[in-house]
């Protein structure tokens, strides 16, 4: 949950929080529920059943059923390296070095992680060094204070409703479902009860990291513009002259650590629904990382609006993984005394198109 909170993220909070000052806190604070209920269901079929998405697709429905679902997956995850090679490239971008040199440099890298299969020690110090940005953010709240500032703001201009929906998508990202029940079916001795505390816990802390990143940021008011990577990173007042260096290596953490969780959430994903063994996942992320690459570094001269779009687009990705998730988490045949029913049931799929619809009317305004 924590790899939610990623580089797309806190740049999605932090323009949130320049563009619309609190406004938007009672948005994020809603959001907690969707992500909560969506996560729900895919730790509770890891919990349940000991297996990745995937795999339960492949043996209770069929191979082409499987495949159908995480083919697309695994190529919509595209967009979500994309994501965080943005992240990686505006991160370095405040130490000077361009696209085209540290995002092939960053994937080379991260392939060789893969490769190597050395997760658990990455996983940890990316984690590390990403809780330093998150903190430093905690600490400059403590300078800077609360201000007078309402909670609450609406409004149905295009740009608005659009970063209503931008911030629905960095809730929750189409990788999410897939690593969570892989990795939560890794505990053997996890339960749905423990399942469903840490999930509450992460989705709260979670956005509530979301709101203190646009707490502190709300000084950094330029209009309606979007601001450059060196004002997001003035926000960082506790780090004085040096908030900028530790913008750029927090981005750069931040994204590197949900690479990490990508790379296994959608490779894992494909090659369970395919029936090959994990160790050959490696394949399926060198390969379907390359576009991404590609794509980034055609992105160069609006990375910061490209991390925006790429956050509404996501909210449209989730739907084919959730709905198909939302299936295996009711069937009895899969899920035994655990399948959702009642107000369990009708929460997911209520939340879910909660998601969907603010995507849509943004969408809609933004083509008037």
């Known amino acids: 949950m924590i790899a939610d909170v990623d580089a797309a993220s806190i740049i999605t909070a932090a323009e949130t929080g320049a563009l619309y000052h609190y406004g938007l806190i009672w948005l994020l604070l809603l959001l907690i529920i969707p992500l909560f209920f969506i996560q729900e269901a895919s730790g509770r079929i890891g919990v349940v059943t000991h297996k990745g998405l995937g795999e339960i697709m492949r043996e209770n429905y069929s191979r082409n059923t499987a495949l159908i679902a995480a083919v697309p997956m695994a190529l ?6 994309v994501a965080e090679y943005v992240g990686i490239a505006i991160g370095m971008g405040l130490f000077g ?14 392939v060789l992680l ?9 996983e940890k110090v990316m984690l590390g060094i990403s809780a330093i940005l998150l903190l430093s953010y905690i600490a400059s709240l403590l300078m800077q204070g609360v201000k007078n500032y309402s909670p609450f703001y609406f409004s149905l201009a295009p740009s608005f409703l659009f970063l209503i929906a931008a911030n629905a998508g960095a809730v929750v990202m189409p990788f999410m479902p897939f690593y969570q029940a892989s990795a939560t079916a890794e505990k053997k001795n996890g339960t ?10 992460g989705a709260v802390v979670s956005e509530v990291l979301m709101i203190i990143i646009v707490i502190v940021s709300t000084d950094l008011d330029q209009g309606l513009n979007l601001l450059s990577p060196k004002q997001l990173a003035t926000s960082l007042a506790v ?8 913008f750029g290596i927090g981005l750069v953490a931040a994204a590197f650590l949900a690479l990490t969780v990508i790379s296994l959430g959608s490779a ?10 994990r160790s050959r996942a490696f394949w399926v992320y060198f390969v379907e990382s ?23 687009a996501f909210v449209f990705v989730l739907i084919g993984p959730a709905v198909i998730m939302g299936l295996i988490a009711s069937n009895k045949h899969v899920m035994g005394e655990h399948a959702s029913k009642g107000v369990w049931k009708a929460a997911y799929w209520i939340n879910l198109a909660f998601l969907v619809t603010l995507g849509a009317v943004a969408v809609a305004t933004s083509l008037l």
């Open 76 to 81: 919509t995850d595209v967009l979500t390296y």
């Open 239 to 246: 780090a004085g002259q040096y908030a900028p260096l530790l």
């Open 114 to 122: 893969v490769y190597r299969r050395g997760y658990l020690v990455m």
């Open 290 to 312: 390359i576009p991404a690459v590609i794509l980034t570094i055609l992105l160069t001269t609006s990375l910061l609006a490209s991390i925006l779009n790429l956050m509404l």
């Open 268 to 277: 894992w994903g494909l090659v369970e629904a395919i029936g090959w063994p």
């Open 97 to 110: 070095i361009p696209p085209i040199v540290s995002v092939p440099v960053a994937y080379l890298l991260h």
């Open 192 to 201: 749905v009860k423990s399942s469903r505390i840490e999930t509450l816990v």
